[in-house]
């Protein structure tokens, strides 16, 4: 079975701090994708990386940058938090880009004040 | 055109009907479609996967039509806990998956 681990389920920030998610995959997935979920926005791809240290922007990557230095961790930056980027994130992994399913880790509910 | 399109609900159902969701997509080149199944405030779980024409698991059936760029999801004989959100996930070329935003259901005693 696919275990996607994220490292935190709840976070406390504060505005204009640098804030860290991480994400381990046990797969040897190609692919990883970090999402935002917002109530009524659906999921809302941030970033996405098919390989180690390459990474592509998704469709919201304003405020936010990546890293992927080993094929088994996406981590997702916000280099100054705002209380805007207050949501529910979610790592996601696959085998492949668009033909097979993600698999999703149990998300981290953030809060910035 | 929106990538996908799902009727967001909810749908209030009795214990026991029948109720079916559909999706419409746009990029007719997609060839392998998904559901997946999202409980408040936790993460989407993978459903079904839809590669042909159809797939049935259980109580469940998904299927596919390309003609019209729809696919559909069935749920028979509905339970309690089949009450969430099912998202209608759909590829999109050499790109990631797009995801709808889904379609609630409320299954009442």
């Known amino acids: 079975d696919v275990k996607v681990t994220q490292s935190s389920r709840y976070l406390v920030k504060r505005t204009g701090e640098k804030v860290f998610l991480e994400c381990v995959q046990d797969m040897d997935h190609e692919n990883m994708f970090w999402y935002r979920q917002d109530p009524g926005l659906g999921l809302r791809l941030i970033y996405f990386?098919?390989?180690?240290?390459?990474?592509e922007k998704g469709d919201i990557p304003e405020g936010y940058s990546v890293s992927r230095e080993k094929k088994e961790r996406f981590s997702l930056i916000l280099e100054s938090a705002s209380t805007n980027q207050t949501s529910m994130y979610l790592c996601?992994?696959?085998?492949?880009?668009?033909?097979?399913?993600?698999?999703f880790g149990d998300g981290t509910r953030l809060s910035i004040l | 055109r929106k990538e996908v399109e799902q009727d967001p609900g909810p749908f209030n159902v009795p214990e026991g009907a029948t109720v079916a969701f559909n999706c419409t997509y746009s990029n007719s080149a997609s060839q392998s479609f998904f559901w997946y199944r999202q409980d408040c405030r936790k993460e989407p779980k993978l459903l079904m996967s839809v590669y042909s024409s159809g797939n049935e698991d259980g109580r469940f059936t998904a299927q596919l039509n390309r003609a019209s760029q729809y696919i559909s999801l069935l749920i028979r004989d509905s339970k309690l806990s089949d009450s969430a959100t099912y998202l209608c996930v759909v590829p999109s070329g050499n790109t990631p998956l797009v995801f709808g935003k889904g379609t609630r259901l409320s299954v009442i005693a």
């Open positions: 990386s098919y390989d180690v240290k390459m990474k």
């Open positions: 996601a992994s696959s085998w492949t880009l668009s033909n097979q399913p993600q698999h």
